[in-house]
């Protein structure tokens, strides 16, 4: 891929990327890109250069699109770099792209962009939906918060406070990845300026606890929570960002501009 | 809002479920349907309909459009239509409904009152 004059599409590769295995399907990527003329400057992660220098650099230089390219982990850390620069310094709001590669992809996946060169073709058309972001102190998630049902307290605006009594997760939804975080029949609009609280615990039954067990599940709509947690037990952002309770987390409407695929799931 | 597909509670989109093994303290608004299996003290109120399940148990002045109860509510109920009391309903408190059915089995301590509104009770089980 060659560099621009003027840099319009900044594609960030993660580090995990410059393993030999992926070298066949970024040439393949690279040369998709330049077919479709979305040819730009490719800003590598590794150890010498983080995330949030990464993107602040490139939206120094004016990109018209940045594009995170490889797992669920990327994109989430493009997300709250760009969030939280575009507060700070850069006020324009550019779109996200994904290029999904590797496992991991569930929110490629639920944003209807397919794996690898599709994913091209996808950026090439250039459907931007905004999106809501979720916000826990100074962070952003797309997905989900989780933190285990032990030692958990939510409270509600002050109105209200559930307490959970028996094993289970508790999972702040925006997005929809998996069924591990949602009902499976369950379907959740990330535009709609609401979080989904979603509790599923487990319930040893019969004699001495051990037969079997019942699953129960409970969800809220809501814009605003406390958690807390007497064991300190941390929240999980996006499956990978730990926080520490007790936090606010609350919803950020259509934050985010990203570039969809038509098969998205909302 | 959650859009279950399949119904829960007879209710085809539920806003809030509360599900066993979770106590909910406090004044509990909302607007969608609610369906309760845990616990819940304080007071609830919706504007739409609400569902009591059999293990449920509920410590609040009640205010609905429409509700099914099978659980047991200690509390008045305040019914805007219909309510359905289930034969394993246990209620401690006042009803008040424009329409009403209550099931052979379900335990009622209460006055009971009919009030002018939605619907009209045709139904005695």
């Given amino acids: 891929m060659h560099f621009a004059l003027t840099v319009m599409h900044v594609y960030i590769y993660d580090s995990f990327l410059s393993h030999k295995k992926y070298d066949n399907t970024l040439a393949r990527i690279e040369t998709r890109l330049t077919d479709l003329g979305l040819n730009g400057k490719i800003s590598r992660l590794g150890v010498m250069k983080n995330m949030q220098s990464a993107v602040e650099n490139e939206l120094k230089t004016g990109a018209k699109t940045i594009t995170a390219v490889g797992n669920d982990n990327t994109v989430s850390q493009v997300i709250n770099a760009m969030v939280k620069l575009t507060k700070e310094r850069y006020p324009k709001i550019i779109p996200l792209g994904i290029i999904p590669v590797g496992d991991n992809n569930f929110i490629a996946d639920n944003l209807g962009i397919a794996e690898e060169e599709s994913a091209c073709d996808i950026l090439s058309a250039r459907r931007i939906e905004k999106l809501d972001l979720g916000q826990v102190n100074d962070n952003f998630f797309l997905t989900n918060a989780s933190i285990t049902s032990v030692g958990t307290t939510i409270e509600m605006e002050k109105t209200y406070s559930i307490e959970i009594m028996d094993m289970g997760e508790v999972n702040v939804v925006n997005l929809r990845t998996t069924d591990k975080d949602s009902p499976a029949n369950a379907k959740f609009n990330p535009q709609d300026g609401i979080l989904e609280l979603f509790i599923r615990t487990k319930t040893k039954k019969g004699f001495l606890k051990l037969t079997s067990q019942e699953t129960g599940e409970s969800i809220f709509s809501l814009k605003k929570l406390n958690i807390l947690n007497s064991k300190n037990y941390s929240i999980i952002l996006d499956g990978y960002l730990e926080v520490r309770t007790p936090a606010q987390i609350s919803v950020i409407k259509q934050k985010l501009s990203a570039i969809v695929g038509k098969d998205r799931n909302f | ?125």
């Fill in chain 2, 1 to 125: 809002m959650f859009n279950a597909q399949e119904e829960k509670g007879g209710l085809k989109e539920v806003e809030t479920i509360i599900g066993p093994s979770v106590k909910v303290k406090g004044n509990f608004h909302g607007q969608g349907n609610i369906v309760i299996e845990g616990i819940l003290e304080g007071s609830l109120k919706t504007q739409s309909s609400l569902h009591i399940g059999d293990k449920a148990k509920v410590t609040a002045n009640v205010e609905a459009k429409g509700a099914t109860i099978s659980g047991e509510v200690v509390g008045n109920i305040k019914i805007k239509g219909y309510l359905d009391v289930g034969p394993t309903a246990k209620i401690t408190g006042d009803i008040e409904a424009s329409s009403l059915s209550i099931a052979r089995g379900a335990i009622l301590n209460g006055k009971c009152a009919m009030s002018p509104g939605e619907g009209v009770s045709k139904e005695i089980k």
